[in-house]
Structures are given as C-alpha cells and as structure tokens.
C-alpha cells in the first residue's frame, strides 16, 4: 500500500460544514423498533485492534461522522443517517431532496433535523439520482403518497427498480444480509461498516413513480428555481442513473458515480455487471463538461470535494480506475488467463494506490475482475473439466471422500490454517462442511477460518461475509432483517405486478394445468390477457376479444388488494372465479432464510 496513512485531508473534508446531529442518534419506527443507531460505532475513537486491517479501519471512522452538513451555499447534506446521504438543494419556494435514504423513518428524521436548522420549508422536489433502494426507498418520509410535487429520475428508472429489488428481491436480501451484516455486532470483532457508508436501516421502504424523465445528456430542468443540467449515465454503477450540475452554483453531483472507494462492477448481493468501460467514459464526459467549472462535488456517499482542481484530479483517478481495471483484465484474457488468474496478478498502478479513494472498501480489485470476466466471457471458463461439474453438496461429499473422510478432510484443513493459508483452508473445511453438516469441528474449524480471514480484509463487505458466514456456523441460525420490497408495490405498472406472480409459479408442479384470464382495469382503460400453458404464466397487454375462463373487471386499487392480499370483494368477476385460486395454489412462497454456508 503506498496510501499516506499521515494524510488527513478526507478528516477534514468530512468534518467540513458540521453543523448538528441528533442525540442520542437513534432513529425507531412507529413501533418503537431501532432502525438505525450510530452511536454503537463509537468504538471506532480508540487505536485499532489487531483484529480490523488498518486501511479499512480509517474509512469506518470516516463513515461513522452523522450530522447535517452544509455543502456550500444552499445546499446541505444530511449523512451518517443510512448508507446514503441525503442532500437537500434550497429553492425559491423551499427543498428539493435528492436520494430520500433507504426508509421512511431515516428520511423523515433527516428531514427534520434540517428543519431544525434551516426551517420549516416545504419539499418541492425529489430527484432519485438511480433505482438502488437506498436512493428512494425513503421517499414517503419527506413527502405524501399522493404528493403532486416533481419526483425526477432517469429514464428506465421503474424498470431496473423492479429488476433489481423486486424480482430477485430475496435472494438479493439474503445475500444482502451476508455483505451487510445488520445483526452482527458493531465493533472489532463485528462489522465495520460496509465501506460505502456505516449501515442499512431497516425501516419501512417505499416507492412513489417518478413523473419527470431524464433521458438524454444535457436536459435541462428548473424545479423550484433551480437550474440543473443532467448528465445520462446508462451502464455505470447502475444500468439508470444520472449526475447533474447546478451551474448557478457550480457544484456537481455525481450520484454514486464516483465515491470515495473503489465501487462495485458486480455486487456481492448480485446484479447485473456493470460496464467500467463507459463508466470511465462517463467520468471524463463529466469532467469535461462540468468538473472544470464547479467549486465542490458531492455525492449519494461519502463527503464532497472543494476546489476546481481537487475535483478533477479526483474523478481523473476515479476515471484511470475503472478504466484501468477493464483493459488490464482484457489483455489477460486476450493472453489465456481465466478471471480467478487475473484476479491474482493485476495490480493497480502505484499513481491509483496512493490515492485513498481508489482502495476497495465496498468494491474490490479482485471480484471486480471477475466480473468484467463475467460480462465478457461469462461463467464458463473454457476448460471443459469445468463444462459439467457437480453442486456443492455433490462435489463436497466426493472431495470428502478421496482425502479420506470428515476428520481427515478437517485435519487437513486445520494444518492449511496453521500454515496460513486460510483460503484453501476455508474451501476444505467448507467442503467438509458441505459433507457432513452437523458435524461440530468442521464447522468450528470453518468458522474460525472465516473469521480469521475478515479481520485480515480491507474491503467492508468482504469482512460482513466472512464474519456472517462464522456467524451462522458458530449459532445454526439465520436471523434475516425486517427490510423487504413489498413497499414498492403500488409504484409497479400491471405488467411489473404480473411478472412477480408469475416468476412465483411453481412449473412443475403447473404442467398439467391450462387456464385463461381477461384483466380488465377500467380506471386504466386497459386491458391484460393471461394464460398458464406450459407450465409458464404468459401475460401481456391486449385489446383483442378473446374467450377466456374468467374475466376480471376491476380499479388499478383492487388490482393491488387483490394480488397482495387476495381481496376479492369489490372486483367483477365473470366465468370460472376458481382460477384464481388454481393460481394460487401453484404459486411457490420465497425463502427468506435459504442456506448460504451450509447446504
């Protein structure tokens, strides 16, 4: 590492503009349930401990500042009150809000505390920069459901919303659940953080549609008096976002575009790939167009940077990074290497290191690396002992197997970690695991590995993994968080609302049904035809007259009370009404709690 561990310009940056925060900082829901409590991270005040990696150690106390900031003039962030910022733009009439936090209560207590400061000044706006969940999901705690004020976002916005958190939504939460650690312990032993930004909520999320779209590269829109010119950046760090400038300010934001770590081109949650190609392409656009002419940028995470300069040497190193990573990995993969070889011996350039904003605190090199392997050639390596091989149980109890059985499989596991090499140790100790999973010193032995494995990481998320994976091994249970999707519901279109029914069908089980529905959604003056044939729910708008089994007349309202809660008082329902409760019961429920470490 060549990063000047005696630089303290981010210390300063990060404290630049305090004004308040709240105390004792904890934030609880109607139910009287913490959603978010900082004050745990105060751990992070004293030396750091042999079991946190130095690097890491210095973001988190960097992350674990909370409070109501002001930016420059006009323009505050309130940060340290979800694992993004929410910044607040004052207009002539009164705010817009950009990226309203992960939930309700987090966004309605950042809200008042610029309230308190700032006054009593009405939200005009809100501007979701890209459909992450923790750029909207707090949209109800500044504003109404029925608001009629502007909620701006890119174009396609709805669609990656409902990609990313609605039809993957479990698996992605449970997984969320490992690389986020919410119920791990803070402090030394615990989590650190997530190398983004301290921690998730885990409050009440939301939805409302967006009704202005950006779609192109130097739209212009005034809300509120405020003139903003927005910056298109399909591909990047999600497949919808946007940065804009406010030239009368001369400050840029830049989403989550450029923050101060290395970000992900694959999440460990799961997504789809991001593209570090044009991602570094439209760093230098930004550069370009706007970066020469703005005193401060600041972004959905982390603190701001002041000065002209500053910031185009920042978002040049942001830029190099991305780029870097792409074409490096390439040439090896052009030269035969495979992503897990790349990964190994690509290193960033001595110019890139030194800059603490470019290390892999929620990101990392060498699962980025991987990832762009995935996007271009993806999981299939080429070797085609590779083409066919066994799942994890069944590869486990085979390995088991030739080395000799449980006890000699975790001997020889144990004699790795005793040599240091805790990586091939934890791959065997897993398998052993995998073979044999009630077995006590496999399982101690897996998770002492893992644990020994995340207090060496520099990177947050990595270290949430491992010491999660301990976790369960150590206790056999799962203890998943309270936040879910269902919030984003009612911002769904119909056709959002079908395809989370029918990704639930059960297609074995349906084979031998056929079935036909007419929707007709008069408030919406439109009208859906479903069929279930082949085991597949096939829906899609039509204005056709087909025959159907059951046709359904009905309001976009108990459309909803319908599929979320099975009201069928209210709709009309003419024909066979018993199939819909044929579709029901070929609907399989997801598992929130589906094994990870542990088959």
Same mark, same amino acid.
């Given at each position: 590492?060549?990063?000047?561990?005696?630089?303290?310009?981010?210390?300063?940056?990060?404290?630049?503009?305090?004004?308040?925060?709240?105390?004792?900082?904890?934030?609880?829901?109607?139910?009287?349930?913490?959603?978010?409590?900082?004050?745990?991270?105060?751990?992070?005040?004293?030396?750091?401990?042999?079991?946190?990696?130095?690097?890491?150690?210095?973001?988190?106390?960097?992350? =674990?500042?909370? #409070?109501?900031? /002001? *930016? &420059?003039?006009? %323009? !505050?962030?309130?940060?340290?009150? @979800?694992?993004?910022?929410?910044?607040?733009?004052?207009?002539?009439?009164?705010?817009?809000?950009?990226?309203?936090?992960?939930?309700?209560?987090?966004?309605?207590?950042?809200?008042?505390?610029?309230? =308190?400061?700032? #006054?009593?000044? /009405? *939200? &005009?706006?809100? %501007? !979701?920069?890209?459909?992450?969940? @923790?750029?909207?999901?707090?949209?109800?705690?500044?504003?109404?459901?029925?608001?009629?004020?502007?909620?701006?976002?890119?174009?396609?916005?709805?669609?990656?919303?409902?990609?990313?958190?609605?039809?993957?939504?479990?698996?992605?939460?449970?997984?969320?659940?490992?690389?986020?650690?919410?119920?791990?312990?803070?402090?030394?032993?615990?989590?650190?953080?997530?190398?983004?930004?301290?921690?998730?909520?885990?409050?009440?999320?939301?939805?409302?549609?967006?009704?202005?779209?950006?779609?192109?590269?130097?739209?212009?829109?005034?809300?509120?008096?405020?003139?903003?010119?927005?910056?298109?950046?399909?591909?990047?760090?999600?497949?919808?976002?946007?940065?804009?400038?406010?030239?009368?300010?001369?400050?840029?934001?830049?989403?989550?575009?450029?923050?101060?770590?290395?970000?992900?081109?694959?999440?460990?949650?799961?997504?789809?790939?991001?593209?570090?190609?044009?991602?570094?392409?439209?760093?230098?656009?930004?550069?370009?167009?706007?970066?020469?002419?703005?005193?401060?940028?600041?972004?959905?995470?982390?603190?701001?940077?002041?000065?002209?300069?500053?910031?185009?040497?920042?978002?040049?190193?942001?830029?190099?990074?991305?780029?870097?990573?792409?074409?490096?990995?390439?040439?090896?993969?052009?030269?035969?290497?495979?992503?897990?070889?790349?990964?190994?011996?690509?290193?960033?350039?001595?110019?890139?290191?030194?800059?603490?904003?470019?290390?892999?605190?929620?990101?990392?090199?060498?699962?980025?690396?991987?990832?762009?392997?995935?996007?271009?050639?993806?999981?299939?390596?080429?070797?085609?002992?590779?083409?066919?091989?066994?799942?994890?149980?069944?590869?486990?109890?085979?390995?088991?197997?030739?080395?000799?059985?449980?006890?000699?499989?975790?001997?020889?596991?144990?004699?790795?970690?005793?040599?240091?090499?805790?990586?091939?140790?934890?791959?065997?100790?897993?398998?052993?695991?995998?073979?044999?999973?009630?077995?006590?010193?496999?399982?101690?032995?897996?998770?002492?590995?893992?644990?020994?494995?995340?207090?060496?990481?520099?990177?947050?998320?990595?270290?949430?993994?491992?010491?999660?994976?301990?976790?369960?091994?150590?206790?056999?249970?799962?203890?998943?968080?309270?936040?879910?999707?269902?919030?984003?519901?009612?911002?769904?279109?119909?056709?959002?609302?079908?395809?989370?029914?029918?990704?639930?069908?059960?297609?074995?089980?349906?084979?031998?049904?056929?079935?036909?529905?007419?929707?007709?959604?008069?408030?919406?003056?439109?009208?859906?035809?479903?069929?279930?044939?082949?085991?597949?729910?096939?829906?899609?708008?039509?204005?056709?007259?087909?025959?159907?089994?059951?046709?359904?007349?009905?309001?976009?309202?108990?459309?909803?009370?319908?599929?979320?809660?099975?009201?069928?008082?209210?709709?009309?329902?003419?024909?066979?009404?018993?199939?819909?409760?044929?579709?029901?019961?070929?609907?399989?429920?997801?598992?929130?709690?589906?094994?990870?470490?542990?088959?």
């Amino acid at each position: 590492m060549t990063a000047d561990f005696s630089d303290r310009t981010d210390f300063d940056n990060a404290d630049r503009g305090f004004l308040a925060t709240i105390e004792p900082m904890s934030i609880t829901g109607g139910d009287g349930r913490v959603v978010l409590e900082m004050d745990a991270w105060s751990f992070l005040d004293a030396e750091r401990p042999p079991t946190a990696n130095a690097s890491l150690w210095r973001q988190s106390q960097l992350n =674990s500042r909370h #409070g109501l900031y /002001e *930016v &420059t003039e006009g %323009i !505050y962030q309130v940060r340290g009150f @979800d694992l993004s910022n929410m910044t607040l733009i004052e207009g002539e009439r009164g705010i817009i809000v950009i990226d309203p936090l992960v939930s309700r209560e987090t966004a309605a207590a950042a809200l008042a505390l610029y309230r =308190s400061h700032r #006054g009593e000044r /009405e *939200v &005009t706006a809100v %501007i !979701y920069t890209h459909p992450h969940i @923790d750029h909207f999901g707090g949209v109800l705690g500044v504003v109404d459901a029925d608001t009629d004020v502007p909620i701006v976002a890119p174009e396609h916005f709805l669609d990656h919303a409902v990609s990313e958190n609605v039809y993957a939504g479990t698996a992605m939460l449970r997984r969320g659940f490992y690389y986020g650690a919410p119920t791990l312990e803070k402090g030394p032993t615990g989590t650190l953080g997530m190398g983004l930004g301290a921690s998730v909520s885990t409050g009440t999320v939301d939805l409302i549609a967006p009704t202005v779209i950006i779609s192109h590269t130097g739209q212009e829109e005034v809300l509120d008096g405020v003139r903003m010119v927005f910056q298109n950046t399909p591909g990047t760090e999600c497949p919808a976002e946007f940065n804009f400038f406010l030239p009368d300010k001369r400050a840029l934001c830049m989403a989550e575009n450029a923050t101060h770590n290395l970000h992900n081109l694959l999440t460990l949650r799961g997504a789809q790939v991001r593209d570090p190609r044009i991602w570094s392409r439209y760093l230098s656009e930004a550069i370009e167009r706007f970066a020469v002419n703005a005193d401060v940028a600041f972004a959905s995470h982390h603190w701001p940077t002041w000065g002209t300069d500053n910031i185009v040497t920042y978002l040049s190193e942001q830029r190099d990074l991305y780029a870097y990573l792409h074409d490096q990995t390439l040439r090896l993969i052009n030269a035969g290497y495979v992503g897990s070889e790349i990964a190994e011996v690509l290193e960033l350039p001595p110019g890139l290191d030194k800059a603490w904003h470019t290390h892999g605190y929620y990101g990392s090199a060498s699962h980025n690396i991987k990832a762009i392997y995935q996007r271009y050639l993806g999981w299939y390596d080429g070797n085609p002992a590779h083409l066919w091989q066994h799942p994890p149980e069944e590869a486990a109890s085979r390995y088991v197997e030739v080395i000799g059985g449980v006890d000699a499989t975790v001997a020889k596991a144990r004699g790795y970690a005793d040599a240091g090499d805790l990586r091939f140790a934890a791959e065997l100790a897993s398998h052993a695991v995998f073979a044999a999973p009630d077995n006590a010193p496999a399982r101690d032995l897996l998770a002492s590995v893992l644990e020994r494995l995340g207090y060496g990481s520099e990177n947050a998320t990595w270290r949430n993994c491992f010491l999660t994976g301990a976790s369960e091994l150590r206790t056999g249970k799962v203890v998943h968080t309270e936040l879910t999707s269902a919030g984003l519901a009612p911002a769904l279109t119909t056709t959002q609302l079908f395809d989370s029914v029918a990704i639930r069908i059960n297609g074995p089980k349906a084979w031998g049904e056929s079935l036909s529905i007419n929707w007709v959604l008069t408030d919406e003056g439109q009208r859906y035809r479903m069929e279930l044939s082949n085991g597949v729910l096939i829906h899609y708008p039509s204005d056709l007259e087909h025959t159907a089994d059951l046709t359904v007349t009905l309001t976009r309202p108990q459309l909803m009370a319908l599929l979320m809660a099975g009201v069928t008082d209210g709709p009309h329902l003419d024909g066979d009404a018993g199939v819909l409760a044929t579709i029901v019961g070929l609907t399989d429920a997801p598992n929130p709690d589906f094994a990870v470490v542990e088959p």
